[in-house]
């Protein structure tokens, strides 16, 4: 997730970080998730467990990431960080400074097509659930995600790093946030009409409040 504006805002990382930190991290069990942060970016990891020699998605696990994801957007907007990012999928190695991942630039690559504060979920992302038989249109996953239209930038095919144009709806986080006067958090920089508009379905409705259990 790409925290905008970020130039303009140094002096109020060390706080928003402070108070995502115990949100971000976990090693329970099966449960590990971990948190980064790269140049302009924060890169939630979860992994997977191994079973016979396979990497297995579990469906706990991802409620538990896609709620902490949901929560890092609604804490983000209270501290003036509002985030665009997306949900990838792939390989994760990092070690001794080394960072490696085709799931990170999976993310990056719809991260940042996006106009809005959103996050959403890639195609593969939603490809590795589906194989993994979690019905993420159930109830249970209902409070940190919505399926509906993404607002995605104007661009071309032929220009465009993604080989396949991204689908004109898909899975996103709904942020942990609810405030009709929602736009008063942004930072007065942020001027970009388009991105605030399509945000507000985001930030202004009773359907982006949600909780973890």
């Not at 929560?71 to 960072?99: E, H, Q, W």
């Not at 790093?161 to 930072?187: A, G, T």
Request: with cysteine; aromatic share 12%; glycine share 6%.
């Amino acid at each position: 997730m790409d925290i905008q504006g970020f130039a303009n805002a140094l002096e109020k990382l060390k706080d928003f970080l402070h108070s995502i930190r115990y949100s971000t991290n976990a090693d329970l069990g099966s449960l590990k998730i971990y948190s980064y942060i790269l140049s302009d970016s924060i890169v939630l990891v979860l992994g997977c467990k191994v079973l016979n020699g396979k990497l297995q998605l579990l469906h706990n696990n991802l409620k538990w990431f896609l709620g902490t994801c949901s929560m890092v957007m609604g804490i983000s907007m209270t501290k003036n960080f509002p985030l665009r990012g997306a949900i990838g999928a792939g390989n994760f190695y990092m070690n001794d400074g080394i960072m490696i991942s085709d799931g990170l630039i999976n993310a990056h690559n719809y991260e940042t097509k996006q106009e809005w504060y959103g996050a959403v979920l890639t195609p593969e992302a939603l490809a590795l659930i589906e194989k993994e038989h979690i019905d993420i249109s159930s109830d249970d996953f209902s409070n940190f995600i919505k399926y509906g239209k993404i607002p995605w930038k104007e661009f071309s095919k032929e220009n465009n790093d993604i080989q396949i144009l991204p689908p004109e709806e898909s899975y996103f986080i709904k942020p942990h946030f609810y405030n009709h006067n929602w736009k008063s958090y942004l930072p007065e920089y942020f001027n970009k009409k388009d991105r605030i508009r399509n945000s507000d379905c985001l930030y202004s409705t009773m359907n982006s409040v949600s909780s973890i259990s």
